[in-house]
């Protein structure tokens, strides 16, 4: 397998950046993840498992290395009270260094995407506004997806191939980097979510997903040895011993 394509998503759950390289560190990719917008009313992270409006918005890194937001209308701004407009609720847009301690995000009890069952709360990774801690860069390849858009599933890696799912429990090498492959990546409402582009809603996705792969889709991997990788490079297991 190789490198299909790279994605960043600098701010949690709005739309990334595709890159050609990338710097992969002990959080991820630079400049993933390292933003999310928090509800003030409620103290949670917003994702758009709760909000799915956030995904017709883009992320987006500034050369100084700020963030700014591209909004639907094709705006940008990073100014909480046009964001909070927006959204129609009090928020903050939020960079993983200033937001220290527990970090908690809404989810479904339901697999369906209506969950009738009402909301839970769980807790997500501290640095980088990743779900898991045991993930930091997430990878699938074009041979799970089948006929499934890779945007869905909003992976860091884009693997020409198949195969990646036998690689958990393994050590990689994807370009300079080395990961630690360590668990499937567990799936969620997320994956049903309309996005812009013409992908609809469709909540047989994540019926599927749950039906034939037991509810994961993707590896997370964990960094253990940092370095540059490019769309090209191969993914190449690290023999131990």
Same mark, same amino acid.
């Given at each position: ?67 700014? @937001? ?10 909480? $009270? ?9 928020? $903050? ?13 809404? &989810?479904?009890?339901? @697999? ?42 909003? $992976? &860091? ?23 630690? @492959? ?60």
């Amino acid at each position: 397998m190789h490198i299909a394509e790279l994605w960043r998503y600098p701010v949690k759950s709005l739309q990334g950046e595709r890159l050609v390289r990338a710097e992969i560190g002990p959080e991820g990719l630079a400049g993933d993840r390292q933003w999310a917008l928090f509800d003030l009313a409620t103290g949670h992270g917003l994702t758009a498992r709760r909000v799915p409006d956030l995904l017709w918005a883009a992320g987006r890194l500034r050369p100084d290395g700020g963030v700014e @937001v591209v909004l639907p209308d094709g705006s940008v701004t990073s100014d909480d $009270a046009v964001l909070s407009s927006w959204l129609g609720r009090p928020v $903050a847009l939020r960079a993983a260094a200033d937001a220290p301690g527990e970090r908690r995000y809404e &989810n479904p009890f339901e @697999v369906e995407e209506d969950a009738e069952r009402g909301w839970g709360a769980f807790t997500g990774a501290g640095g980088a506004f990743h779900d898991s801690a045991r993930t930091r860069v997430s990878l699938v390849s074009t041979g799970t997806l089948g006929g499934w858009d890779r945007r869905r599933f909003r $992976a &860091n890696v884009l693997l020409a191939g198949e195969g990646e799912d036998a690689l958990v429990g393994r050590r990689v090498r994807l370009g300079a980097a080395v990961l630690d @492959v360590v668990k499937h990546v567990d799936r969620c409402v997320m994956v049903t979510r309309p996005q812009p582009g013409g992908l609809g809603r469709d909540t047989s996705v994540l019926k599927r997903v749950h039906r034939e792969r037991g509810g994961t889709l993707a590896i997370g991997a964990l960094i253990a040895q940092p370095g540059p990788a490019a769309v090209g490079d191969g993914l190449t297991l690290v023999e131990e011993g």
